[in-house]
Structures are given as structure tokens and as C-alpha cells.
């Protein structure tokens, strides 16, 4: 139908047309003017747009760099070719990171000019052969290229030190070993080492030797900071110090293990395959980590693989030798891993052998009671340095001690404060959970009297202070040493192996605040924040705990004790250490909202809402003599930034309660105890005062509003259980003798009874739960059996429909076959009916013509007689 139409019109339209010509001259005029109308239109349209403007010299003239701003990659080519060492610099004009790098290269390439060629490529310009053959998603990019090999790209820190660090290893990838004094010193080192043997006698260059060199550049490739250090020995008598003897040898020197020498019958002897063997069988036991500064999951990759020790040094990448402090922490970290048979032995053989130190506590039932606590640690655990005895006078510490008296020898006191011709009670206490100690303790009673000569001799005995200082105020690496300060074999003695990490101070000072070196970076502030004198830093983090701890070095101890104190007391299966909480300063002023309306000018401003800090928060939530009110907020939370009318139309309420306290928390930028947090975001809880333990939260299905806050605070505050302030005890009653004592027995064996029946609560759940869940596996169990045997037989009659429909095809195909042949036969046949017919029309067509040209004549003759 349409194309019936469509002839109609085009009929019409050449009818007018050739009865009009006039009108199809002004169709071509108006076409030739609206082309020229478009064709101006688009003109003016791209001249709207500026040009871009050529580009110009990124670089400085007088820097010994050229600078290829117009992207002439062949040019690149000319130069690398005529340079044994080249580094071509690709960069675009307009990066922050770039111009932030050129400074660096300027400064290196000023130093190393006459050795290398420095090349800087605009890779950036849209008309340059740079822009249009590589494909680069970041800049600037670092190549270097030594003679042929190359591109070595650089993976570090854009800083001069590191950039010149990096070319000098690839100017000299190898170290000549002339002898064994050198080699011996070359092996010294605790990072991995490998050592090639080439004889240089027969050839300028053996034929391994350019292969070794290689491996070298490859290994450059992998970590640019060249950690794996390669050497090369030409002299025989020098490569039989390592037991080499075959010419073009590569050797891999292993502290721990045996060494390794290359398998050459095993796998080719090329620089990959070198490479590859050296990474994969060389050991690692101080690793450098440089996070990129960028999205990275590189701290996540390490930090997963299990606790984790940081440490942050200041490191000079061009130094020829490492730094002292570099130095001892690669010396701890070789003892730490050098594990020894010996270490696995049983606890009775590593205690054949005691060093006793002891220190005399006072039983914290009784004040006439004394116990003298000896703590033996097994000389197998100890390095050759003078034995230190350390019990802290922590809470942590006390509550250890008194954890070792309970169970070794306070039936002995009992014993001594009925019968009083027994004076003196001893008891040994194992602690089995420990590969380095055990506690004995020998414990007598002290007459509350004493003469001149038992007082001198009382005080000069090393005491556990009976009144502990707060926690705030030790620092967690003070606390007890497990067994001394050698760390000898400690990770194959413990189940929390530690990692050894190092991260340059100066780059990743940002991550050591996060972990907790507040302040700047100067040394005058560096042991009031934890970094110290000698500008190191040391944190363990346990992601999977989700905790860290940080390092605190006292004034007279050096770094190597303190980091194996740190590492011992991490390491022990009960740690002493207190986790370290990272929070914000604590800020003396609020908000303009939160400020009491009714302040002059010289009274300070009185605060609605207290903000709580990490380190303020114990001393306020704790305060006895008042009810605190505490609200749980972050700074990205909408709906916290809701409540906040609700929180400060309160605090005005309660302002003329000095009994109160509202406060608030910002839980994104505080640590917070674990006993302390909260699951969720905002949350309101409410420490009563004089019950701090019965704190309380409020309820979540609850709106919170300002009538439910107040009748919350009604029903829940202190004030309404004022009777039931517990009555401290006198220091009289405490002295009164045995009956203190078997009172405060009793109240501790209350207190274990309750912890008992909760545990046994809490285990009956647990049973019921499991009894639960056994359950429901039952019935799944069943559940799935019906399923699999329902399974089994679908699959068997899924099998025979296969079976059968397999045989029916198969008659199916033989069929076809046999229509196939007779289909082929009938063609033949067909074929051969067509050439007979063919052949019987020729032949009938010739007839037929013999007998026209024999009638011819006659009828000639015929007509002719006629």
C-alpha cells in the first residue's frame, strides 16, 4: 500500500515538474543555499573554540635535563641508544605531582649528570607520538634503562634521596667481592644476600655473567629499594669461604635455613628464572613497607597476615651502611626469629636451670601478712646480659601477684593465723600457660611493731607500693617481663609471632599520629608523645583483635631493651600490655549552643554539655558523686545531629543540678574502653552515681524525647538509692586480725560463687542453644537425605529417558543414512536417464535431419519434372 502511494506522489511531482521547469530550478537554488547556510553555521561554531596552546618547557634551561615538551618519542629512542644508564621522566604539564617531582629530579640529576641521561617527556600534548602510543593512567612515570635492559620503572616515594638511591642500585646492581673479608662483611647484613661465582680468565665477560647482571636489574623491577643484595666473586679461593667451587654459580645465603645454590639441571639459567628462585626461597625478617599515599590495600594485605610490629625510623636512603637504630632493630629481629631445637623441649627441662628474683608483697586481706614472691625464669630464655627483675607496681601487676597468692599460699595464711606456732608457710605455683616462668612464694606473718634494726632492714627491701598509682599514669611497656630481656627464639616459643615492619618516620609521619605519636616531629617533643630522642616510633597493631599498643621508653632504657621488653610482654599468654586509645585533645570550650546563658565577662562560661575526650572520659563517667547522662554521637551521623536540640533543651533543664551531668562523646574520633562502646550510633547511657556498674541504657524502642529522658534519669539516678552508698571499712577493722581476713575470704568466695552461677546460666544457655541447633541439623539432615534420594531417582530416570532417546536417534541417524544412500542412488540413476535421453534426442534429431536432406532432392526433381 505504501509503496503504491509513494509511486502516485513521485508521478505527480514529475508531472508538475515537467510541465513547470521554473519550479524545479528553485528547488536547486534553495538546496545549493541551505548546504552553504550549514557549511557557515558549522564554521563559525568550531571558531568558537579556542586553539590549544603548544606546549613549552617543562624544565628548567639550565637543568641537565632534556626536556622532549612536544612528546618526541623517536628522539627518546636517539638518546637512551648512546647512554649506558638513561632515566626518561614522562609527565603532563598541568599535574600537581609532577611539578612537585620536577624539583627532585633537578636536584638528582645536578648530582648525577655525568653518569646518567636524563630525559623528560610531555606526555600530555595530543599531537605527540607520547600521548598517542602510550597509555598512561597516572603521572609522573619513571623509567630507567641500563643499556638495553630496561624499562625499570620506579615504584617509590617521588623524593631526591629515594630517586637517587634507586639509580645509583641500577648504575651498580652488583657488588664486587675481591675478598673474604668483604664477603664475610657483605653476609653480615640482615638482608637477604646473594653471591655469584665468575671466573674472568678465559673471557672479558663469562657467558652466565650478563644473565647474573640481569637477575640483578630483575630484582630492581620487584622492590625498588633493592632489599635482595647481589655480589659477584671472581677469585676461587674467596668463593670456597661459601663452600662454591663450580664456576658460574649463584649462591643464596640464608641466615636461618640452609643456603641454596642455584638448580641449574632443574630450571633455565635465565635472569627470570633467577629472580623468581631468589624471591621465592629467600627469607625476610625485617620487611619495608611504603604505602603509596593513595587508595591502597597494602597495609590491609600485611596487617591480615597477623600482629603486626611497626616501626617508624628516620632512614637515609643514600647512608652506605644502615643507621645504629636500623641496626639494633635488624639484630632483634634475627634473634627473635633464630629458633633453636632446644626451644620445643618440655617445661621440666627448661626449668633445670632457675634465676630467682624476688620481691615481698603485702596480702591485700590482711596488713600483718607478707608474702616474698620469687619469680624463676629459665635460663635457656635469657641472652648473656645481666639478668633485670621487673614486677610492676601497675594495678595490672597487683592484681597478677595477687592472682598467684590467692592460689599458692593463701590456705597457708589461714594456717598460719589459727595455729601460731607456724610462722612461716612456702607453696610453689607453675605457671603453665608460660614457656619462661613460674612464681613461688613463702609467705609469714610480721608483728605490727618493729625495732629500729627490722625497719632499716624492711626498707631496704624492694617493695610493691600498697597504694598503686593510677593507670593513666604507667605506661603499658612498664609492665612485669615474662622471663628477662633476651628474646632468643621467642617466635617458636609463642603463639603470637610477630611481624617486624619498618616505614620511613619523615614520609608516614601522617600513620604513626594515627597510631598514636601526637605532636610534632621535633626532638625536643619526641618522648612526651612516644616518639623518641632517637626519632623512632613502635606500635604492635593486632588487627584481628582490633587493638594496638604503643611503645613508652623510660629515659635510662636504650631501644634495644625496651623493644624486648615491649615484644616479651606482648608475646606472654597473659599480655600486661594496655591497649593504646587514640582520641582528640581535650577541648576546654563548646559550642556557642551549649554555653550556660547566664555567664559575665569574668566568670568562666560554664559548660551545658560536656564533651568527652578519650582521656577525660574515665575521670567523668567514674565521678562517684554524680549521675552522668552520656550520649553517643559522630560527626557523619543525621540522626545524632537531630537529637542535639533534645540533648541541650535537657542540659538547660538540669543546668541547677550540680548533681547531673550530660556529656557527649564523639565515638569516630575516641577510643573508647571495650566495656564502653556501643553497637550503634546515636546511643544514651546512664552511669548512676555510687553504682557505676549498674549502668544503664536506654531503652531503643523508646523515641527519645525530652519527657522520656527526664523520667529515664527519675527511675534510674543514684540519688534514689542514696541508702544503699556503701560504707567504707575502717582501717581498724581491716587490721583486726584473723577475722578480717577469713570476712574478706568469705566475700571473695561470694563474689566466685555469683561468677560461678552466672557462668553456670551462661553455660545451661549455651547448652540449650547447641541442643537446639543439634536439633534442627537433625531434621535438616533428614531433610536432605529425602532430597538426595528423591535426587537419586530423578537421575536414574533422567538416565533411561537418556538411554532412550540415545537409541532413537541412533535409528533416527541409521534411517537417514539409508534415505541418504537411496537419495544418492536415484541421483545417479537420474543422471544417467538425463545423458540417454540426451543422446536419444541427438540421435533422433539426426534422423530426422538424413531424412529432410533425402527428401530435398526428390522433391527438386519433382518440381523440376513439374
Known amino acids: 500500500m505504501l509503496r ?142 641500563y643499556r638495553r635492559f630496561g624499562p625499570i620503572e620506579y615504584k617509590g616515594p617521588f623524593v631526591a634521596p629515594y630517586v637517587e638511591s634507586f639509580i645509583l642500585r641500577v648504575i651498580t646492581p652488583l657488588t664486587y667481592l675481591p675478598s673474604r673479608a668483604t664477603l664475610e662483611e657483605f653476609l653480615s647484613y640482615h638482608e637477604p644476600r646473594v653471591v655469584g661465582f665468575f671466573q674472568f680468565n678465559s673471557s672479558p665477560q663469562p657467558p652466565g655473567y650478563i644473565t647474573y647482571l640481569s637477575s640483578a636489574l630483575q630484582a630492581l623491577k620487584r622492590d625498588f629499594r633493592g632489599v635482595i643484595r647481589f655480589g659477584v666473586v671472581t677469585n676461587k679461593q674467596v668463593a670456597e669461604a661459601i663452600s662454591v667451587e663450580d664456576d658460574e654459580t649463584v649462591y643464596l645465603y640464608r641466615r636461618f635455613n640452609s643456603s641454596l645454590i642455584f638448580p641449574r639441571r632443574e630450571r633455565n639459567f635465565t635472569s627470570e628464572a633467577i629472580c623468581k628462585w631468589v624471591f621465592e626461597h629467600h627469607e625476610t625478617v625485617l620487611q619495608w613497607l611504603q604505602p603509596p599515599g593513595t587508595k591502597s590495600r597494602l597495609l590491609e594485605y600485611e596487617l591480615t597476615k597477623g600482629p603486626a610490629l611497626l616501626l617508624f625510623l628516620p632512614h637515609n636512603p643514600l647512608g652506605s651502611k644502615p643507621s645504629p637504630v636500623l641496626q639494633q632493630v635488624a639484630d632483634i629481629a634475627v634473634r627473635y626469629h633464630s629458633c633453636d631445637n632446644n626451644n620445643h623441649s618440655s617445661l621440666d627441662k627448661s626449668f633445670t636451670t632457675h634465676l630467682p628474683c624476688c620481691q615481698s608483697v603485702l596480702l591485700p586481706e590482711s596488713s600483718t601478712n607478707v608474702c616474698e614472691v620469687c619469680l624463676s625464669l629459665s635460663r635457656s630464655s635469657l641472652t648473656s646480659s645481666s639478668v633485670r627483675c621487673s614486677f610492676s607496681s601497675t594495678t595490672h601487676g597487683g592484681d597478677m601477684l595477687q592472682f598467684y597468692l590467692r592460689h599458692c599460699c593463701l590456705h597457708r595464711l589461714l594456717a598460719v593465723s589459727i595455729n601460731t606456732t607456724t610462722s612461716v608457710g612456702c607453696s610453689n605455683f607453675l605457671n603453665s600457660y ?123 632504657a636504650t631501644l634495644t631493651e625496651s623493644l624486648e621488653a615491649f615484644i616479651r610482654n606482648f608475646s606472654a599468654p597473659y599480655s600486661l600490655l594496655q591497649r593504646h586509645l587514640v582520641g582528640e585533645e ?13 555567664t559575665n565577662q569574668h566568670s568562666p562560661p560554664r559548660l551545658l554539655i560536656t564533651e568527652l575526650t578519650t582521656s577525660s572520659f574515665l575521670p567523668s563517667v567514674m565521678d562517684l558523686e554524680k549521675d552522668v547522662l552520656l550520649f553517643y554521637y559522630t560527626q557523619w551521623c543525621g540522626f545524632c545531629s537531630v537529637l542535639n536540640h533534645i540533648i541541650i533543651q535537657l542540659a538547660r533543664l538540669l543546668q541547677g543540678n550540680s548533681t547531673i551531668t550530660v556529656a557527649r562523646v564523639n565515638v569516630a574520633r575516641n577510643d573508647l574502653p571495650w566495656e564502653f562502646m556501643v553497637d550503634h550510633v546515636p546511643a544514651i547511657l546512664l552511669f548512676p552515681k555510687y553504682r557505676k556498674h549498674f549502668s544503664v541504657k536506654f531503652p531503643d524502642d523508646l523515641p527519645i524525647t525530652l519527657p522520656n529522658l527526664l523520667r529515664f534519669i527519675l527511675q534510674h539516678s543514684g540519688s534514689v538509692q542514696h541508702a544503699d552508698k556503701p560504707v567504707p571499712v575502717s582501717s581498724e577493722a581491716e587490721s583486726a586480725g584473723p577475722g578480717a581476713v577469713l570476712r574478706a575470704e568469705f566475700l571473695a568466695l561470694q563474689q566466685e560463687v555469683q561468677v560461678l552461677r552466672q557462668a553456670r546460666k551462661r553455660l545451661s544457655e549455651q547448652l540449650a542453644q547447641l541442643w537446639r541447633d543439634n536439633r534442627r541439623l537433625t531434621f535438616d539432615t533428614l531433610s536432605l537425605e529425602a532430597q538426595n534420594t528423591e535426587l537419586q531417582r530423578e537421575r536414574q530416570s533422567l538416565e533411561e529417558q537418556y538411554r532412550e532417546k540415545s537409541r532413537q536417534l541412533g535409528e533416527a541417524v541409521r534411517r537417514l543414512q539409508e534415505l541418504a544412500d537411496t537419495a544418492e542412488n536415484l541421483l545417479n540413476e537420474n543422471t544417467l536417464l538425463r545423458v540417454l535421453l ?28 513439374s
Request: charge should be positive; glycine fraction near 4%.
Open 434 to 556: 608460660s614457656p619462661f616462668s613460674q612464681y613461688s612464694a613463702c609467705c609469714r606473718k610480721v608483728e605490727p611493731q618493729l625495732n629500729e634494726s627490722q625497719a632499716k632492714e624492711e626498707s631496704d627491701m624492694q617493695r610493691v607500693p600498697l597504694t598503686p598509682p593510677p593507670p593513666s599514669s604507667i605506661p603499658p611497656s612498664s609492665a612485669p617481663q615474662q622471663g628477662g630481656d633476651g628474646i632468643t627464639g621467642l617466635r617458636c616459643q609463642t603463639n603470637r609471632t610477630l611481624r617486624f615492619y619498618v616505614l620511613d618516620l619523615a614520609l608516614n609521619w601522617p600513620l604513626a599520629v594515627r597510631l598514636g605519636a601526637t605532636g610534632n616531629r621535633s626532638a625536643s617533643l619526641y618522648q612526651e608523645h612516644g616518639v623518641q630522642s632517637d626519632g623512632s616510633f613502635a606500635a604492635i597493631v593486632n588487627l584481628k583483635d582490633e587493638v594496638h599498643y604503643v611503645l613508652h621508653r623510660s629515659p635510662a
Open 586 to 598: 581535650d577541648r576546654k570550650g563548646g559550642d556557642e549552643e551549649t554555653r550556660h546563658p547566664d
Open 838 to 865: 540426451r543422446a536419444l534426442k541427438d540421435r533422433t534429431e539426426a534422423q530426422e535431419q538424413v531424412e529432410v536432406e533425402r527428401q530435398e532432392p526428390e522433391q527438386k526433381r519433382s518440381h523440376m519434372a
Open 4 to 145: 503504491r502511494v509513494r509511486q502516485s506522489l513521485r508521478r505527480q511531482v514529475l508531472f508538475l515538474m515537467a510541465r513547470r521547469p521554473a519550479l524545479l530550478c528553485g528547488a536547486v537554488v534553495l538546496g545549493v543555499l541551505l548546504v552553504l547556510a550549514v557549511k557557515f553555521t558549522c564554521s563559525r561554531a568550531k571558531n568558537v573554540v579556542a586553539a590549544a596552546r603548544p606546549p613549552v618547557r617543562f624544565f628548567s634551561a639550565d637543568a641537565p635535563v632534556v626536556d622532549l615538551y612536544l612528546g618526541q618519542l623517536d628522539q627518546v629512542e636517539r638518546l637512551r641508544s648512546v647512554a649506558e644508564v638513561s632515566l626518561i621522566f614522562f609527565y603532563a604539564p598541568w599535574c600537581a605531582h609532577s611539578m612537585a617531582a620536577r624539583q627532585e629530579v633537578q636536584q638528582v640529576a645536578k648530582k648525577l649528570a655525568k653518569q646518567v641521561q636524563f630525559v623528560a617527556v610531555n606526555c600530555w600534548w595530543n599531537h605527540g607520538k607520547c600521548r598517542k602510543q602510550n597509555r598512561f593512567y597516572q603521572y609522573p612515570i619513571i623509567h630507567l634503562f
